[in-house]
């Protein structure tokens, strides 16, 4: 039995003055899976976050969400879907619980249902013990979690997480990370942005990938990977030696072009057959006495996903478009 | 969208910010320190020099032109909220609901209405201690609190829709005051208009403070009301129908038009920290014996 997708678009475009944020997203997201919105920043996720929560409209194109019109049935559209911004939007000057139920409250639920709520997802959040203090008073991982939480008050079937763990410190977003993988598995879908390719790994069932307003490719993680290919050889220089220099006396070795990341001072060369490389490798550097301070040989990671079907890493992307 | 949802959404947004009140302490001085200053600061400086034809104690006079004054201060906070909440993303948080749009505005402004009650309530007590009487009696003293409400709702839809539209709470705040001192002092609020130069009169005559202002004091001191009162109330109506529809209509497209609010927060320290560095390195570049 195929259920009718979560969230559909259909040729979604957007542009802000001259700037074309977004042009021509087609996505397809099945109820009860979760998508990752993958890219640099500028890339156009935030866009399609708001166009889909109905804050924005698109130029142009449609988008569906659990069945409904984001822009003739907004308001359907908004009974049907949390949204969790990339800022936690929750008052300071209120208790944890004073926020859930506001947000309860204005999503129409009733006074009974909201208490039961809050309580809920106050204690599967672990903030049972901080409810009663004002928000003002919370780490930075609990406001996160709050916000997370008030997103999800109306058990919306739909949820947009843009970028959940930002800002949060290593063990933050661990914990972050283990409440939505529950989550999904309740059956909610899933819309999730972000920009650390682990996180995409780690929740998303697939995996969409933008860049400057465009969908690049999709697929599962493995599938991604499986496209790219091969192996990777990862060569970090020595400081104060030419990463372009590196690159240029490797080339043709690999299965294609190595690809410089100046940013992180590396030089990563798809390799087809493996270790067997390393010996014409070490031939090379000998030749050219480049001095390398590290070597790895691994699988692909997203990341080389992104580098290939962009040509630049992830983070180095220059913020000159939208 | 029933009429009970719509209450019920006001009424939520109005506890929100009712709870602010009285956990926030600038709310709390603005609602409590700044209206007793102001009866006492200026009662016992200007009262001295300042003798208005026709009334015996500048109290009587006084009062009711900083029942607006006090009004007009307080609802600044309120451009400050709604920029704040445009900042902080509560607003996009508020417009992905299935809420009735205007309740966000109105709740706030319901809010400050009841805070305005208080103001009121505590200035008039404030200034009975110290003289200050209504001569007209209840009925008239009553219309005239009810009057200075009214005024108080127009400047709490004014500061919302400028809070909207500036989307800097410290901006919006500032500006609001800006806006608000110099119609006040061109009013009749601490001073007859008749002691003001020709150009000025021509002004401060037709300021909708010093329309407001007479009312008030007609309502307290007692005489002639009713063409004040009609006026006011002309006035009063006049700015809402322009200034709620507009504030509304602000809200609902509010974030659609910024592009700034449509990239992530990261991409804007970005796209700063770029410029930064471009200034930075062109500067050095000019400086004579700077890098070549």
Redesign the interface.
């Known amino acids: 039995m195929r259920e009718r997708p979560a969230i559909v678009t259909d040729g979604l475009t957007k542009c802000?003055?001259q700037?074309d944020?977004l042009a021509g997203v087609d996505l397809e997201v099945a109820a009860g899976t979760v998508l990752g919105l993958l890219g640099p920043?500028?890339a156009g996720?935030?866009?399609v976050v708001?166009i889909l929560?109905?804050?924005?409209?698109p130029d142009a194109g449609r988008a569906w969400v659990a069945g409904f019109d984001v822009v003739t049935q907004a308001?359907a559209v908004?009974?049907s879907?949390g949204?969790s911004?990339?800022?936690?939007?929750?008052?300071g000057?209120?208790t944890g619980r004073?926020n859930l139920r506001?947000?309860g409250?204005?999503?129409?639920l009733d006074r009974r249902t909201v208490r039961r709520r809050a309580d809920e997802l106050l204690e599967l959040f672990e903030l049972t013990d901080a409810a009663d203090r004002?928000v003002r008073t919370y780490s930075g991982g609990m406001r996160r979690r709050l916000d997370v939480a008030?997103s999800l008050v109306a058990a919306p079937a739909v949820l947009f997480l843009?970028?959940p763990t930002?800002g949060l410190d290593p063990r933050g977003r661990i914990g972050l990370w283990r409440l939505l993988g529950e989550l999904t598995g309740q059956g909610t879908t899933l819309l999730l942005t972000t920009?650390y390719l682990e996180e995409a790994d780690r929740l998303a069932d697939r995996i969409a990938v933008m860049d400057r307003g465009r969908i690049i490719a999709a697929g599962t993680a493995e599938q991604l990977k499986a496209q790219v290919g091969g192996d990777r050889l990862e060569l970090r220089v020595a400081p104060g030696v030419d990463a372009e220099a590196l690159a240029t006396s490797l080339a043709g070795l690999g299965s294609g072009a190595p690809i410089v990341d100046h940013e992180v001072g590396t030089v990563v060369l798809p390799v087809a057959n493996g270790p067997a490389i390393l010996p014409a490798v070490a031939a090379r550097l000998a030749a050219t006495e480049l001095r390398v301070a590290d070597l790895t040989l691994r699988r692909p990671s997203l990341d080389d996903v992104f580098l290939t079907l962009t040509g630049q890493p992830v983070d180095a992307l220059?913020?000159k478009s939208? | 969208m029933s009429a009970g949802w719509l209450v019920s959404d006001i009424s939520t947004v109005t506890g929100r910010n009712l709870r602010r009140l009285v956990r926030v302490p600038t709310l709390i001085a603005f609602a409590t320190v700044q209206p007793v200053l102001f009866v006492l600061l200026f009662t016992y400086t200007w009262g001295g020099a300042v003798h208005p034809p026709g009334v015996a104690h500048y109290i009587d006079y006084l009062l009711p032109g900083i029942f607006v004054l006090a009004i007009a201060f307080g609802a600044s906070q309120t451009a400050v909220a709604i920029a704040d909440d445009l900042t902080t993303g509560m607003i996009d948080r508020f417009r992905a609901l299935p809420m009735t749009r205007s309740a966000v505005l109105a709740g706030r402004t319901a809010a400050d209405a009841l805070r305005n009650l208080f103001v009121l309530a505590l200035m008039t007590g404030v200034g009975a201690l110290i003289g200050f009487r209504f001569h007209a009696g209840p009925g008239a003293a009553l219309a005239a609190i009810g009057l200075a409400l009214a005024i108080g709702v127009v400047f709490s839809w004014i500061f919302a829709l400028l809070g909207l539209l500036v989307r800097d709470p410290e901006s919006a705040g500032l500006g609001g005051l800006l806006a608000v001192i110099p119609l006040i002092f061109t009013s009749s609020t601490f001073v007859p208009v008749t002691t003001m130069p020709g150009w000025l009169q021509a002004f401060a005559k037709v300021n909708p403070i010093t329309l407001t202002v007479d009312a008030l004091r007609a309502l307290c001191l007692g005489g002639p009301t009713a063409t004040h009162v009609w006026q006011a109330l002309a006035v009063i109506g006049g700015l809402l129908i322009v200034t709620v529809p507009a504030a509304v209509l602000r809200y609902r497209r509010t974030t659609a038009t910024s592009i700034y609010t449509c990239v992530s927060s990261d991409y804007r320290t970005r796209t700063l920290r770029t410029a930064l560095d471009t200034i930075l390195a062109s500067a050095i570049k000019n400086v004579p014996g700077g890098s070549k």
């Open positions: 802000f003055g700037v944020a920043n500028g996720k935030t866009t708001r929560a109905t804050l924005l409209a308001a908004r009974r879907v949204l911004g990339q800022y936690a939007a929750v008052d000057y209120l004073e506001m947000i409250r204005l999503s129409r004002t008030a843009d970028e930002t920009q220059p913020g939208t």
